[in-house]
């Protein structure tokens, strides 16, 4: 089996020769191939050399093409910040009022800029690989994730307590048509599946009750969206997830990408014959400031659970530092490879 054929079994729920890897390492390739963040972000050519010197220095099998998680915010008018060694972000919203909403226009996705190279990226890519590697188009923000930036997380968390729930449903509509957008650009561009970060919808501020109130029934529509152009869908969530994970499983999605965080027996239980779990080895604490033999035991305990279960797709939880040492990345993949 190739990598796309291996990415496709487990999400399809049929055991693959070898498990899968597909890394969230944009940061890592980007400096092992001697480019600044502020390079790679301007330029979808240097974007894909990054990634096809990254599969051919560590032979996995899935590219996870990511820039940062304010793309969308920014062409929805968010002022967004460009750190020469570091992913963009925003600190601050543009809505006074939730109220605001509605008199603003949708924003059209494909004129800004970071879009527009974040999906030539994935079209460059993808023409090199072809059906060898699977190449996954991340889409920025879910849509609450994309709430939080429009008006600001602070207010954002007050309004969802004190302001008419048709309010809060008019915000997160607009910001489900901005996602949407994005997925149907990755489609265009080719993308092998799609995937959104739905962090700030998490426990760590969310309770179960707004989460499955405010954030899940919009992550089934993007979910939902995504299938009908044909693409498997992937949702991330930051930190611990257990108590939201069983409403997690009915989003829609084909895999849930999770943190280190979660309880990773407990996730096995619930996502079994019904959706792929991809991660979720520390990034950090192990994979960045680990010794290989450290990573290689994380990597082994993690494929221990899924021994009999086919729907893994071996990551680390979230982004994987700059800093990573190579021999880590390494000792992750060979650990895996050799699992049996």
């Given at each position: ?11 399809s729920?049929?055991k ?5 890897i ?37 032979q ?8 940062d ?19 963009a ?25 970071y879009a ?7 079209r ?13 188009g ?7 994730s994309?709430?939080?930036m ?5 207010s ?16 997160l ?24 970060g ?39 969530i930051?930190?611990n ?15 849930l ?11 096995e ?7 792929t ?24 305990e ?27 990345l390494?000792a ?9």
């Amino acid at each position: 089996m190739n990598g796309y054929e291996r990415i496709k079994s487990a999400l399809s729920g049929v055991k693959p020769d070898t498990t899968p890897i597909m890394l969230h390492n944009f940061m890592m390739a980007a400096r092992e191939a001697g480019y600044t963040m502020e390079q790679y972000r301007n330029d979808p050519r240097i974007i894909a050399e990054c990634f096809i010197r990254a599969i051919e220095k560590y032979q996995y099998d899935g590219v996870l093409v990511d820039i940062d998680t304010v793309t969308l915010a920014g062409a929805c008018g968010v002022k967004v910040d460009f750190p020469q060694n570091e992913p963009a972000r925003s600190h601050e919203g543009i809505l006074n009022a939730l109220s605001d909403i509605r008199s603003m226009k949708v924003a059209d996705v494909s004129r800004y800029k970071y879009a527009q190279i974040w999906c030539e990226a994935v079209r460059r890519v993808k023409e090199h690989f072809g059906n060898e590697i699977d190449v996954r188009g991340n889409c920025d923000q879910a849509p609450f994730s994309l709430a939080t930036m429009q008006g600001g997380v602070e207010s954002l968390m007050m309004d969802l307590c004190m302001e008419p729930e048709e309010e809060i449903f008019s915000l997160l509509d607009y910001c489900c048509d901005i996602t949407c957008q994005f997925i149907k650009m990755m489609k265009e561009a080719g993308a092998d599946m799609v995937s959104n970060g739905d962090s700030p919808a998490g426990p760590s501020m969310l309770s179960p009750r707004m989460y499955e109130q405010f954030a899940l029934p919009y992550e089934k529509k993007v979910s939902d969206y995504a299938h009908s152009l044909g693409l498997p869908y992937m949702l991330h969530i930051c930190g611990n997830t257990d108590i939201i994970l069983e409403k997690m499983v009915t989003c829609g999605a084909d895999s849930l990408e999770l943190d280190y965080k979660t309880d990773i027996h407990k996730a096995e239980k619930l996502m079994r014959g019904k959706i792929t779990f991809s991660g979720n080895i520390d990034p950090s604490g192990i994979v960045a400031l680990g010794t290989p033999q450290q990573v290689s035991e994380k990597t082994r305990e993690l494929l221990e659970v899924f021994r009999d279960n086919p729907r893994l797709i071996l990551n680390a939880g979230c982004a994987i530092p700059p800093i990573t040492p190579a021999e880590n990345l390494r000792a992750m993949i060979e650990t895996s490879r050799n699992f049996k």
